[in-house]
């Protein structure tokens, strides 16, 4: 962990490790990877590898992959975090409000507006249900949890 940074998170894992805190004691690290979604051979591998073993693993697409992900990313990648047990998954969705509907058509950027309504099926597809769902403003923050079945590997 590199405190430094000023990233929030790191900020956020130094307090909550702190004497008389939570994590007080515990290896928790971070670690950022270079990442594709839409080959998932490295997420596969990486949750998978020897390190990863024993570890309590969560995962956070904010802003990224549930926003920018055509359908078969986001099924790809929920697959291959589900498949590895990964029991939460947290995130933003597009929303589908008129309002997100209009500033994304004045943007160079390709997003999907999926809301609730059209993650939860790519969700439930790659073996997570939405345990939890709060509204923003432009978005909805999603966390998910395993479903009682997930797809075989391939």
Not at 58 to 71: I, P, Q, V
Request: proline share 6%; glycine share 8%.
């Amino acid at each position: 962990m590199r405190s430094r940074t000023g990233r929030p998170s790191a900020r956020a894992l130094l307090a909550l490790s702190a004497p008389a805190e939570p994590l007080h004691g515990l290896a928790v690290q971070f670690q950022h990877h270079a990442y594709d979604w839409n080959d998932t051979a490295p997420l596969a591998r990486l949750l998978g590898s020897p390190a990863a073993r024993g570890a309590i693993i969560a995962a956070s697409s904010e802003g990224g992959l549930f926003e920018y992900g055509n359908d078969e990313a986001v099924v790809a990648n929920l697959t291959a975090l589900a498949r590895a047990g990964v029991p939460i998954v947290a995130g933003s969705v597009t929303s589908t409000s008129d309002v997100r509907k209009r500033m994304i058509a004045q943007t160079r950027f390709r997003l999907f507006a999926r809301g609730v309504e059209g993650f939860a099926p790519l969700a439930e597809r790659s073996g997570y249900a939405i345990a939890k769902s709060r509204t923003a403003v432009v978005s909805e923050q999603v966390l998910l949890r395993p479903r009682a079945t997930v797809p075989p590997s391939q």
